[in-house]
């Protein structure tokens, strides 16, 4: 047998010793869906909720979203309907999904705006139904003139009712005191899948109540929750420490299979470039196992969204 001089035979162990740390480097990046886009142009459409001389007072385009997230791994996107005026809510509808059917953008997939307690509400969504790129609706319930209790109503409830009949989820965007309503609206529409968004807004500093309406929500399995919008109410100069007690706790009650990640860009510009948003929430996860990182980037939004799986 062969013997090895001592130097060689160091070398060569070295060289194997650091085989797994080069395997290691070597993985590739996890892919990211952002399942929380927001798009608007001011010349097509009114934001009443956007006041002259705000920061968001401008138009967001496709191309300004392909800019901010270059580099970030990001493979595509859900456009987020944006709460524009009500009679605007047909033409936002057709607007995004003209921009899907390209396929020219990030933009694969929509969440359209609607009033499920309007009395022409099952004529508006009913023509939604089968779309390929429709795949939920929203109404924006934190609004301060909508009171609380108002998805609870017989037509709202009616409507979001409606929504499962016809393949389609309802999304939930409330203020935190608010997610008992949640609950309570779950249970009456058991044919409905939902998904929370904005980890159910609440405080990042005084949030124990939330705590335990999120859990109870939680435990209602036709729901899912987007880890999104979190940064927009952060403070300056805003750490990854900072969001990671709201984090943690809603990855922990949803569990892996219900958790997905959203931008809410360019509502997180208020507090954050979307590229911050992305590295702190790595961070906030890094400890957890690579396949619970990958369903809260990409796997969980490919199934809650009924996405093709894109390579860019």
Known sequence: MTTLPRRDFLAAAATIIALPALAEEAKPAIPIIDTHQHLWDLKKFRLAWVTKGDALARDFL???????????????????????????????????????????????????????????????????????????????????????????????VKGVQLLGDLGLHYELCMRADDLPDAAKLVDLCPGTKFVLDHCGNPDLVKHE??????????KRKTVVVKVSGIVASAKPKWTADDLAPVVKHTLDAFGPDRVMFGSDWPVCLKASTIAKWVTALKQIVADRKAEEQRKLFHDNAVRVYRLTVVKR
């Open 62 to 156: 496709p191309s300004d979203y392909e800019a901010a997230v270059k580099d970030l791994g990001i493979t595509q996107s859900v456009y987020l309907e944006v709460d524009v005026v009500p009679e605007q809510q047909l033409a936002e509808a057709e607007y995004i999904t003209d921009l899907c059917k390209k396929a020219s953008t990030y933009t694969r997939a929509a969440i359209i705006s609607g009033r499920p307690g309007a009395d022409d509400f099952a004529k508006y969504i009913k023509r939604f139904e089968g779309s390929k790129f429709v795949k939920g609706l929203r109404r924006v319930l934190h609004g301060g003139d909508t009171p609380a209790r108002a998805c609870l109503d017989k037509a709202f």
């Open 209 to 218: 109540k939330w705590k335990k309406d999120l859990a109870e929500l939680a």
